[in-house]
């Protein structure tokens, strides 16, 4: 999106329409200077003051729109979402202060997924919301652009968004900011990634697995890995799953749309390190040569893995690019994954289950998704359960022994394949919205963006 194009733009004085922000207990106070025909066109819209009320109050020959908030003093990224969302096209102000946060939800808010329908021809042009902190509108354009490149992906279908498609978008990365990729793909994968090789070996050639990993930034900065699971669909496997639990395993590569859109950020604000990018791409497909239950694969890192269930695939992929991360010693791994039903289980869909090492980056990370309204909620990972994931025939199975603690055992699965002493952070999120919030449609979602780059951007720019 250009400059002149984007729906947050400077405020140099240009003609726009003004907005007035409106709490329910100030609601009485706000309504007395107004005039008779105005108060009477409030009162027939039903507008009172409550969060995501909109009206539109005639003004002479103009009009002026009204929006209920929760807070006039604590502006979150959501509550100019219902006038985004809601307003005719055209050029707005706030009346009074500045957006802030909200200037996030008014970009999101008018994300429509269209790849698959023909243009609306009576859907309503832009809404521009004026800011007279410019230099804060670059920032908010790019995390904005970040969701709604997570939103793009997350829902696309898998036939037109596959391992390969995958690459592609990495590959737009590299070129944007001359970053170097490198793709290890289909029977090369056996040898040093033998993981994802394994899951992914049953897919059509078009949708032959593969490991993208791009690098970027100076060698002299810390090194961050941020590692996304790209299962593009995931049938289950053998194990296959019921029809009802396959219908939006499109989403389950929702992992990998994280963590392109987060190294997106991270290198179009220039942070001071040194980024690596592990994407394991796969369709989790049923054929003669998919893996089966009971096999015993081999990893990067030398561990066996008995095989429980193919349908807990995303952590064998995982496995080996943590690995691949973990060697070349960063000061911090990312990793984002749609990877347990228990998770959205224990919180929801809305809130990303979060698993790390470090007492202080969990901190960090929660502190940081609260500034930006993307908080996400710790989980353990508790020694005493990493016992469910022993073997008789194997280093580990990749399932656990009970159906207890699905998403901190996963975690410890994970773990496993992490450097010894190397700072991690898990996200285990779902990527999905199944219903609408202002500023949020349903399907594809980003839950822990926001903060990731948030606690990135304070870790090593200070800001």
Not at 144 to 161: C, I
Not at 374 to 385: A, Q, S
Not at 450 to 459: C, Y
């Amino acid at each position: 999106m250009s400059k002149k194009d984007a729906l947050i733009q400077p405020d140099r004085g240009q003609s726009a329409t003004s907005i007035h922000l409106v709490t329910k207990d100030r609601f009485e106070d706000w309504l007395k200077p107004l005039s008779a025909g105005q108060r009477a066109a409030i009162k027939a819209q039903k507008f009172e003051g409550k969060p995501a009320q909109v009206a539109i109050v005639p003004d002479g020959d103009e009009w002026f729109a009204a929006g209920g908030v929760a807070d006039l003093e604590k502006m979150t990224s959501w509550c100019l979402a219902k006038l985004a969302e809601d307003l005719p096209e055209g050029t707005y102000r706030l009346k009074d202060g500045e957006a802030g946060a909200a200037l996030h939800g008014w970009q999101t808010a008018q994300y429509k997924f269209t790849r698959y329908v023909k243009p609306d021809e009576n859907a309503p042009g832009p809404r521009v919301l004026l800011s007279q902190k410019a230099k804060h509108l670059d920032n908010a354009i790019a995390e904005a652009e970040a969701e709604n490149l997570v939103r793009d992906l997350v829902n696309t279908p898998a036939e037109d968004m596959g391992p390969a498609q995958l690459e592609a978008e990495c590959e737009k990365l590299a070129k944007t900011y001359d970053a170097k990729l490198k793709v290890v793909k289909g029977d090369a994968l056996e040898k040093d990634y033998p993981m994802v090789h394994a899951v992914g070996r049953a897919a059509a050639r078009d949708h032959a697995p593969r490991l993208i990993r791009l690098e970027w930034g100076n060698e002299k900065h810390p090194k961050v890995a941020i590692v996304g699971k790209g299962v593009c669909f995931d049938s289950g496997g053998l194990d296959v799953k019921p029809a009802a639990g396959m219908k939006l395993m499109k989403k389950d590569m929702g992992g990998a749309a994280h963590a392109i859109a987060l190294a997106g950020l991270v290198m179009n604000a220039k942070l001071p390190l040194r980024l690596q990018l592990l994407i394991p791409a796969v369709e989790n497909a049923i054929a003669g040569n998919s893996f089966r239950p009971g096999d015993i694969l081999k990893t990067r890192k030398g561990l066996t893995v008995e095989i429980g269930n193919t349908d807990a695939e995303g952590r064998l992929i995982l496995g080996d690019a943590l690995t691949r991360a973990s060697e070349d010693d960063p000061d911090l791994i990312l990793d984002f994954a749609t990877l347990t039903g228990a998770a959205r289980v224990a919180l929801g869909p809305d809130l990303p289950a979060l698993m790390t090492r470090k007492d202080g980056t969990a901190q960090a990370l929660i502190d940081a998704g609260k500034t930006c309204d993307d908080e996400p909620w710790r989980l353990p990972l508790p020694e005493t359960y990493r016992e469910w994931l022993k073997s008789d025939v194997a280093d580990m199975n990749n399932i656990s022994s009970n159906a207890f603690a699905g998403a901190s055992v996963a975690g410890l699965f994970l773990d496993k394949f992490v450097g010894d002493g190397i700072d991690w952070a898990h996200f285990d999120t779902f990527a999905w919205r199944p219903s609408a919030k202002p500023g949020r449609p349903a399907g594809g979602a980003a839950y822990g963006l926001r903060a990731a780059f948030h606690m990135l951007r304070a870790r090593y720019s200070g800001e």
